[in-house]
């Protein structure tokens, strides 16, 4: 049995280290054209290099997304861009449209393909067709059932990956094609820009006569509005259907997020590979899915579930915030210092996700700024302060607070 890949969004350059850190095995991430995250930090080259870099050298691996449906615009560039990130030393590319996997097989024929879920990979005639002009990986249409990548495993040579979505927002329309943002607010989704118009709020109207309509909803509601997958609970189908990689949705999620969801699966696998014989799911593993921005869990298509959409609203459910990341942990002293995310005061009472181990609850004292000076909050975006702290800390920790919490306990 393989253990397969765990693959992590990554927005930005911490993003990326964030979730080599918590565990990812491999991350994907957008250059700064090409791709359908236009809204996100996304990569310039340097930024790519030096992340490829630190994934390199820590055995990691770097995948780069170039899955726009282009127009023939949208051509122009592209086979100095793949050159340039070839010579980089990215990994692998995603790529959705036969006229770019034409040019890359031109330009940078080493450079390893895999075939975006934008695609529409539904069965495995297509994904032998694609494996055949030289794709790599196949990453399977969200609309897949665990039974269709099973009988995908099992039509495919070992030669050719399956990858598919584990965790993350799901989208109404089939395998992200989606005209509606187009519409609405001229923003090509195919493009990187999507506006989202399925999360609005809508209310609707019934036309019983020519020109006379009468609202059949209540305070609007939101239709088309998906719940976010979660397959954290079934880890053992998975692997035992054959998947090569898991895959977190989410480049345009907090480096916490990236953290937490990296950290439930990457030891619900592990526990699972060491002995899946006696493999139990722990609950435990939810928490740290449940604190980070996220909607109403679903296991979308995978079990042919009936609902898939939350109407009431299209809010994320968000109870905890990242205040800050452990920088350095002087052991002789117990004197953590940590380098702010959002404003945090001290007296706080928060909770440590951890790199390695269990999570920890800890209370901020003798908050004091870098030279020394004592502080009643950390109010300055990305400041150093240092707190004293007796429970041991490790580099990269990712500080986090309870946002219902009152202030009222320090």
Not at 41 to 66: M, P, Q, Y
Not at 369 to 393: D, P, Y
């Amino acid at each position: 049995m393989n253990k397969p890949e765990l693959l992590a969004p990554a927005g930005n350059l911490e993003k990326l280290k964030t979730a080599i850190n918590f565990g990812a095995d491999a991350v994907y991430l957008g250059g700064n054209k090409f791709n359908l995250r236009a809204a996100s930090d996304n990569f310039t080259l340097e930024e790519l290099k030096e992340g490829v870099e630190f994934a390199h050298s820590r055995g990691k691996k770097v995948h780069i997304t170039l899955n726009i449906i282009p127009h023939n615009e949208d051509l122009i560039g592209m086979d100095e861009y793949l050159s340039q990130i070839y010579d980089i030393g990215v990994d692998a590319v995603l790529i959705a449209d036969p006229g770019v996997i034409s040019i890359a097989r031109e330009v940078v024929p080493k450079l390893e393909i895999h075939l975006s879920t934008q695609a529409n990979l539904l069965n495995y005639k297509s994904a032998l067709f694609w494996h055949k002009i030289g794709v790599k990986r196949v990453v399977a249409a969200r609309e897949m059932s665990l039974k269709d990548l099973k009988r995908l495993r099992k039509e495919l040579p070992e030669t050719c990956d399956i990858e598919s979505f584990v965790h993350g927002s799901m989208c109404m329309a089939h395998s992200g094609k989606c005209l509606l943002s187009n519409y609405l607010t001229g923003r090509d989704s195919n493009r990187g820009l999507c506006a989202q118009p399925c999360r609005y709020k809508c209310d609707l109207y019934e036309e019983k006569n020519p020109g006379e309509y009468t609202k059949v909803s209540e305070n609007g509601m939101y239709f088309m509005n998906s719940k976010d997958l979660c397959m954290i609970e079934h880890i053992p189908e998975l692997i035992e259907a054959g998947i090569n990689s898991f895959k977190i949705e989410g480049r345009m999620k907090s480096s916490y997020y990236v953290a937490s969801v990296v950290k439930a699966y990457r030891e619900a696998i592990d526990t699972y590979m060491e002995d899946p014989d006696n493999y139990k799911f722990d609950p435990k593993l939810m928490d740290n899915l449940v604190k980070p921005s996220h909607r109403p869990f679903t296991t979308g298509f995978y079990f042919d579930e009936d609902m898939r959409q939350i109407y009431e609203s299209s809010s994320y459910i968000r109870n905890y915030d990242i205040v800050g990341v452990v920088k350095n942990y002087d052991k002789e002293n117990h004197i953590a210092t940590i380098e702010q995310r959002n404003k945090v005061w001290n007296g706080d009472i928060v909770e440590v996700l951890a790199v390695k181990g269990e999570n920890k609850v800890i209370k901020l004292e003798d908050m004091r700024k870098g030279n020394g000076e004592a502080i009643e909050s950390a109010a300055s975006a990305q400041m150093l302060f240092t707190v004293k702290c007796m429970e041991e800390l490790k580099v990269n920790d990712i500080i986090i607070k309870n946002k219902n919490v009152s202030p009222d306990y320090r």
